[in-house]
């Protein structure tokens, strides 16, 4: 099974469970809304084996 992480600001958040998953979109889409005349955030998703 493959992990994927999604780093946000160098904060790491595990995407394994569906629900957190659901979660996290749903903070970033409020996130972006909230944060469209600021420059944007660094994001990385990394999947490891």
Excluded: D, H, Q, Y
Excluded at 22 to 29: A, F, H, P, Q
């Amino acid at each position: 099974m493959k992990n994927l992480s999604l780093i946000v600001n160098g904060s790491e958040v595990s995407l394994n469970n569906f629900a957190t998953r659901i979660i996290v979109n749903l903070l970033v889409s409020i996130l972006e809304s909230l944060t469209l005349s600021e420059k944007p955030r660094e994001a990385v998703f990394r999947i490891s084996e």
